[in-house]
């Protein structure tokens, strides 16, 4: 009977097992923590790689094309500069060839304008070395002269203006280049008067050109009357 009794007992299934640990939401939640500190991690570094590959971008762009793009601003302004003028695309492109390195100074453009306006009085003078010698020719050269030197001046002023340190436009000084250039335009002036007095042959061809030259002086004229406005719309200050 106590062997019957054994075997009874030793083929009891149990059903009271020990219950299942619970869960250990502890664990979950630190996983669940590093996961996400692990993705904004990621991210920052990710944003932090892009930011850097962007910003190197931009500035080799900067580096390979940075006369290009100040070329292209300085003939932008140039054309705000010659929008003052009475013949603007004159200016333009009296200015434009002369603008090298490029610059956006209205004074620079001033300047340039001073030059290419020299340039054809210089014309003009071997006109007359070329036409056939009559007094009214021969006092277009002395006129010319006149034109040339006043120009000079001008140009000179704002040179020593500059290379001394002192304020270049200042009232008195802009005053004085108005005075010349328009004396120069006044030499000009006379020359054609007294071709046309005289009846001389060469009056056609030497108003031709006189206006051609009187159209430089009043564009650099004109940028010297405006000079102060150009200056304030550029955001730069007078020199």
Known sequence: ?????????????????PNPPPPNHHHHRRCRFIAVSLAVFLTLAIGSLIAVLIHESATESD??????????NSAASLKIVCAVTR???????AISPLNS???NSPLRFFNLS???????VSDLKNLTNSTKAEAAVKDCAELFDDAASQLARSAESISVGSSSGEKVLTEMRISDL???ISAAMTDQETCVDGLEEMGSTAVDEFKV????????????LAILNNIQSLFAKFGLTMP
């Open 1 to 17: 009977m106590d062997s019957i009794n054994v075997f009874k007992g030793y083929g009891k299934v149990n059903l009271d097992s």
């Open 63 to 72: 580096e390979s094309e940075p006369s290009s793009q100040l070329a292209s």
């Open 87 to 93: 013949y603007p695309e004159t200016c333009f492109s």
């Open 101 to 103: 390195p490029p610059s």
């Open 114 to 120: 001073l030059h290419a306006s020299a340039a054809q």
């Open 178 to 180: 108005q005075t010349w």
């Open 209 to 220: 050109r006189v206006q051609k030259s009187q159209e430089y002086m009043s564009n650099s």
